[in-house]
């Protein structure tokens, strides 16, 4: 047997000893599993939770009105009105984004449980989050990162997210490109016996109920009122997921939630040369179609971020818009932020001018911006790679081959992606992996698992 | 020349193109899958030698020699005058035009 086959084949063992969850309590032996049983016994509380942060010095970050944005909107909009903007400043986190609320959840169980360090595989904010956590925990870090492509080029973002890591004291363990990663990360949690703190765990999940919360509870001390809409970059589909629950958990059952992705199709993930042809790592339709769409793809067996379960809708904006999005937050708000949240900024503003001037949009995240990380450092890598910088309709950006910032505001775009499809592609999924539903309990869950009726999965199973 | 205690990076190939994963796209799985790693020197060496390093998680890897003090060349770039010229368009439609 290959060395790679070999290590694979050991894939549950690995997992069980290094996450300490023993997934099989929570199946039925069918599509259905019991998710709000696994998210109780194996996670902790919000009150738990709130405090864990708390002493992590994670969360409670302010809630900013982006007055300047608002009115921009106003005066581009076609009926003149728009939806107040606000964002949360999750930048205010040490590692400078939200993913330390899961980082610092999952550490805090690692710690407990007597793990003497943690391994994360990821080339985003969560390594930096993990690596924060873990230097103020005492406990060990290993990141693995998906950096470079077979030239050893990588992208400025990631390798910022790298020397961010390193600065934290975690081991950064730097791969080309491929779906290999998860092998090297199999064989470091074997080697070291470390914690795997993956990110689709009940414990990273629930880690980030607490935005939600936090939010529900910001906006109506503010306002008097819940947000009408909150729009969360998406891509793993944690962040929506763990947002939604803790919007309902603080009451704010009647807020839309809206996820929002870059627009990165024809672009594949593990292709080395398409690689450095995209401008986004992370929050683009590459993870968040696929993630959407089939979740237990994740690095657990059950996936505790179902996002289908909470969408009310799924919007796509390009990358120019999302560049000229960030410009504009520094130009006309004071803030310099990076790319994460200002994909679901560039929808906001347009998804704004779709409601009233006293309704209210919240963008759910902001994350730290720096070298590597600004529009700047990202268009000249764009150009050194072939990819043409335009100025026109964002309409006409091919990914791979342009990215094209605005002519006007008036031109950016919440492109709606139809979840109806995306329901039944998930629904599809789990059939082709699990077979046909064997009783009422795998059709109830269906309906659960993709925000509709048990009538709706039962006529998509009949068309199959 | 680099000397035992050395802060560098190491390369080494993890999987050949011919042990690859089956679901790796075509252009992919034609090069190694290679891996990069920095650390503390346990040996005298030079570049492009096999040596050992000892990790920030204290692991002992081998690998080849390929970078002595790796420094971090990601940058801010250049400016970008089409995203300048949007903010002072943006500034303009919220604010008017300046007067001549």
Not at chain 1, 110 to 129: D, E, F, L, R
Not at chain 1, 150 to 163: D, F, N, V
Not at chain 1, 187 to 192: D, G, K, P, V
Not at chain 1, 348 to 373: C, H, P, R
């Given at each position: ?60 970050t ?20 728009a ?23 999952s ?7 007597g ?23 005492g ?6 990162q ?37 092998y ?47 729009v ?56 968040g ?45 004071g ?130 | ?20 994963s ?7 799985k ?20 096999t ?50």
């Amino acid at each position: 047997m290959s060395r790679y086959k070999d290590v694979m084949a050991r894939k549950n063992e690995i997992m069980k000893r290094s996450l300490g969850i023993d997934y099989e309590k929570f199946e039925s032996g069918g599509i259905a599993f019991e998710y709000e049983k696994m998210m109780k016994e194996t996670g902790y509380t919000l009150e738990e939770i709130v405090k864990i942060q708390r002493e992590a010095n994670v969360g409670n970050t302010p809630l900013i009105e982006l007055k300047n944005l608002t009115e921009l909107a106003r005066k581009v909009s076609p009926t003149g009105k728009a939806a107040r903007i606000f964002i949360k400043d999750e930048a205010c986190n040490p590692s400078g984004s939200f993913k330390e609320r899961r980082a610092s959840v999952s550490l805090y169980h690692a710690k407990q449980k007597g793990y003497k360090g943690v391994i994360a595989a990821t080339s985003g904010n969560y390594g930096a989050a993990v690596a924060s956590q873990a230097a103020m925990k005492g406990l060990k870090c290993i990141v693995v990162q998906e950096a470079y492509d077979s030239r050893g080029i990588g992208q400025p973002e990631i390798l910022e997210k790298g020397r961010k890591c390193e600065t934290f004291g975690a081991e950064v363990i730097q791969l080309t490109v491929g779906p290999e990663l998860f092998y090297v990360n199999l064989m470091l949690l074997e080697e070291t016996g470390y914690f795997n703190a993956s990110l689709y765990t009940p414990f990273g999940v629930a880690g980030i109920e607490t935005l939600g919360y936090e939010i529900a509870q910001q906006v109506k001390e503010r306002t008097g009122k819940f947000p009408d809409v909150v729009v969360a970059t998406h891509a793993g589909g944690g962040n929506l997921t763990g947002t939604a629950r803790g919007l309902m958990k603080a009451g704010a059952v009647n807020t839309k939630i809206y996820g929002v992705s870059v627009d990165l199709t024809g672009l594949h993930m593990a292709s080395d040369k398409d690689f450095n042809r995209k401008s986004f790592t992370t929050g683009h339709t590459g993870f968040g179609i696929p993630f959407a769409t089939w979740p237990d793809r994740a690095d657990v067996p059950r996936n505790a971020a179902r996002p289908l379960r909470y969408m009310d809708g799924y919007y796509l904006v390009k990358q120019g818009e999302v560049f000229y999005m960030t410009e504009l937050l520094a130009q006309l708000e004071g803030l310099e932020r990076g790319p994460a949240g200002n994909t679901s900024l560039a929808a906001a503003f347009s998804l704004a001018q779709q409601m009233e001037n006293d309704q209210i949009i919240v963008v759910q995240e902001t994350e730290y911006t720096g070298a590597g990380k600004n529009p700047t450092a990202q268009l000249t890598f764009a150009m050194q790679n072939g990819i043409k910088i335009l100025v026109g309709n964002p309409d006409d950006e091919i990914p791979g081959q342009n990215i094209i910032l605005p002519e006007h505001p008036s031109m950016i775009k919440a492109r709606e992606v139809y979840l109806l499809n995306l329901k039944k592609s998930y629904i599809k999924n789990c059939i082709q992996h699990f077979g046909l539903p064997k009783d009422d309990r795998d059709i109830k869950f269906l309906a659960e698992d993709t925000k509709s009726s048990q009538e709706f999965v039962r006529e998509i199973i009949s068309e199959l | 020349m680099a000397q035992k205690g050395d802060w560098v990076k190491i390369k080494q190939v993890i999987l050949e193109p011919s042990e690859r994963s089956e679901n790796t796209p075509q252009d992919t799985k034609g090069t190694p899958l290679t891996m990069w790693v920095k650390g503390l020197l346990l040996q005298d060496g030079e570049i492009g030698d096999t040596v050992k390093i000892k990790t920030l998680t204290g692991r002992v890897v081998e690998g080849i020699l390929v970078e002595i003090n790796p420094r971090h060349i990601h940058d801010f770039g250049n400016p970008i005058p089409e995203l300048i010229k949007a903010g002072i368009k943006a500034r303009e439609i919220l604010y008017g035009g300046e007067e001549e």
